[in-house]
């Protein structure tokens, strides 16, 4: 609470502050899968965002989002909606749509229901908790192209990807669907880790593969652009 008993605006951690300034000024939001509804209370409080919609499929959630939306006094901004991923939210008009903290697979099955989004004027923020390179798959498949990513360190090292619909296809190495081309192209520590951590998570899965006599043909693959990616950093 403020000195006047009003709510202070809610402080964002690194992960949620950084989707916030991929969020263009001016935007109507959406935020999907909200649950407490901090980042686009956050954006109306600062005045990047004019309002939109927050949904959410589950009533928990919701609740707590339409609590907090109107513990902020922005309930004529803001609309809560208990909704699968982007179902109804297109009447609000979003111009700049959140998706975090979800598995990659969810997130472009959300994608994928909402055709609407296929509009040059949208941007879509997102950050999945696994399985980056499905949404960098799907998303380079649909005529989405990434205009901007990040590499945020918290307890983990989370991606956070920025994409706007252009009709063009993209190709992709594997490494660039896990890590992402611009990220690669940026390096820095956050890069570093990131790769190192999935040195690790491959020769599991590579032991695990061939000792029980499979092939681990994707897994060498990426260990190698990973030795790739790494040694031309070390050579810039
Ligand atoms: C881990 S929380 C993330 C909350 C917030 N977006 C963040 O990043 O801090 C995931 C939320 O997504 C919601 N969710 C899961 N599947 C969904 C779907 N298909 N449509 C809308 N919300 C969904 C869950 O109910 C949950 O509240």
Known sequence: MNKNNEPCAPRLDKRLACAANFVREGATVADVGTDHAYLPIALCLSGRAVGG???D????PIDRASENIKAH???HRLCAMLTDGLC???KYLPTDITV??????LIAGIISRAEWTKDRRIRLCLQPMTHAEILRKYLADNGYSIVDEALVREDKIYQ???????????????AELYFGRIN???????LNDLLCS???ILSVRIAGKEGAGERADEERELQRQISEIKNKGETK
């Open 184 to 190: 690669i192209d940026r390096g820095g520590v956050e």
């Open 57 to 60: 499929i589950n009533k928990g």
């Open 88 to 90: 109804g939210a297109e």
């Open 53 to 55: 919609v927050v949904t």
């Open 73 to 75: 006094g922005l309930e």
């Open 100 to 105: 975090l903290g979800m598995g990659g697979e």
């Open 198 to 200: 999935w040195e690790r």
């Open 160 to 174: 956070i990807i920025v994409a706007e619909y252009s009709g063009r296809t993209e190709e992709y190495t594997l």
